[in-house]
């Protein structure tokens, strides 16, 4: 019994030192400016650590991480803890798959949000596998369970991060690291975005490509909301339509994604002809006989030099 508590708190230990990490990547990264961001780790069914509330993400300690249950109630930890845990906790309970949580202000994402410009699909193979849709939470007040209940209609199977307008990103994982990789995915697709946008704008891929990279991370064993919803464009930002109150978030920087069948759905275009079969073999007299004939041939003209 002593020695499992002992490695219960060795590993808390550990996961409040990888907060503190995650903390200063997403510092150093630009991500978080002063006390931006809060960043959570589910360590049993009902407690969870996460960073205090005004504090710089960057500088934490160990010793400033707090213990929270899945209703918001500090347990333990000498700072105090944010509300925008409440955010971290709506997504945990909906989705038992996560345990690890990162929200912040990447400033190239967050401009998607401001401007409310949904993400464009079919464009960048890294996206379309390790992210996929990437949806936009309306626009709350943070803190509070009316800002945490935004997310909610959003958390399908398979998403891993979204935008929460005029506000920021959060995104989720298994584990810390998988989580705050995710922010650095969107954050530098955006990027991309926007430098593909100055040079005159983006090209999307087609149907069949599109179609391969969706196979491609099947089979890797990631999950997606297009792989369960029947009637989504395979490039719009149309998984999630039911989710949304208002109209879907229109197109205006970037041209509108070309509408393709849902990945459910047969592809518009024709498979490629099977490539023909090469002619049979000779059978085995027919090229004895040509080996032969050859042979002879090579040998006249060697006699007659």
Known sequence: MVTNQWNMRLQEQKIKEQICEIGRRVYNKGFAAANDGNISYRIGENA????????????????????????????????????????????????????????????????????????????????????????????????????????LPFLKPGTNAMILTNHGTVSFGEELEQA??????????????????????????????????????????????????????LCGNTAFRDGYKEALPAPKAFDAPPVFPAYLKPAAYSSPAPVASAPAAATSPDLEMLVRAITEQVLAAINKS
């Open 48 to 151: 969870v650590l996460c960073s205090p509330t005004m504090i710089c993400k960057g500088f934490m300690t160990p010793d400033d991480i707090c213990t929270v249950d899945l209703d918001g109630k500090q347990l333990a930890g000498k700072r105090k803890r944010t509300s925008e845990i409440l955010l971290h906790l709506a997504i945990m309970k909906a989705r038992p798959d996560v345990k690890a949580v990162v929200h912040c202000h990447p400033p190239h994402a967050t401009a998607f949000g401001i401007a409310r410009e949904p993400i464009p699909q079919c464009i960048l193979p890294e996206i379309e596998v390790f992210l996929g849709e990437i949806p936009f939470a309306p626009y709350e007040t943070p803190g509070g369970l009316p800002f945490a209940d935004t997310v």
């Open 180 to 233: 705050y990789w995710r922010t650095e995915i969107v954050d530098a697709y955006c990027r991309i975005l926007i430098l593909a946008k100055q040079l005159g704008g983006v090209t999307y891929l087609n149907e069949q490509k599109s179609r391969e990279l969706l196979d491609l991370k099947k089979r890797l064993g990631f999950d997606d909301p297009r792989f369960h919803v029947e009637d989504c464009d």
